[in-house]
């Protein structure tokens, strides 16, 4: 399985940003770490507290679940930037906002130059702009464009293509 790089997840490090200990996060959950969410099974286990490493472990193993939800809804190829871009968006607002956004429908159209502005549609919380969700979607925007989009027509070493038409 396709895996986020160490830009991708220094990406979403810096924007969850890190507590080594439990806090409850804006939307009201208990959450420690980079943005883990504790279930109530793990509060006893966080009680003392993680260090960094650890708190890196834990992200690994948390945004598997994004990588997962991008490689289902995405059905053309991506670079690394493009994939960590949309793990990055995904692992914030979710599978479901991916899901339902216009966001997938133009990645998976090709349209890749219109996925910035689309990223900068997801800045809104409780009807507020939210300057550090701004300033998430601009690196993840940023991210999206760091590399050119992978080519699926393949080439002869001439230069031409090899798609019959």
């Not at 991708?8 to 200990?21: H, M, V, W, Y």
């Not at 994939?83 to 990645?107: H, M, W």
Request: glycine content about 10%; proline content about 5%.
């Amino acid at each position: 399985m396709r895996h986020v790089t160490e830009e991708g997840l220094n990406l979403i490090k810096r924007f969850e940003g890190f507590s080594p200990t439990i806090y409850i996060c804006p939307a009201g959950y208990p959450t420690i770490g980079y943005g883990h969410v504790v279930l109530a099974h793990e509060q006893d286990q966080f009680v003392a507290g993680i260090t960094p490493d650890q708190a890196t472990e834990l992200l690994r193993k948390d945004v598997r679940i994004a990588e997962r939800a991008v490689l289902r809804l995405i059905s053309v190829p991506l670079t690394d930037g493009q994939f960590d871009a949309l793990v990055s968006f995904t692992f914030n607002l979710g599978a479901g906002a991916l899901q339902r956004s216009t966001l997938r429908r133009k990645v998976n159209r090709g349209e890749h130059q219109a996925v910035p502005a689309e990223l900068m549609k997801w800045v809104w919380a409780a009807g507020k702009k939210l300057p550090g969700l701004v300033r998430r979607r601009q690196a993840e925007g940023g991210a999206y464009v760091s590399e050119p989009t992978p080519n699926t027509e393949m080439r002869r070493d001439d230069g031409k293509s090899m798609l019959k038409g």
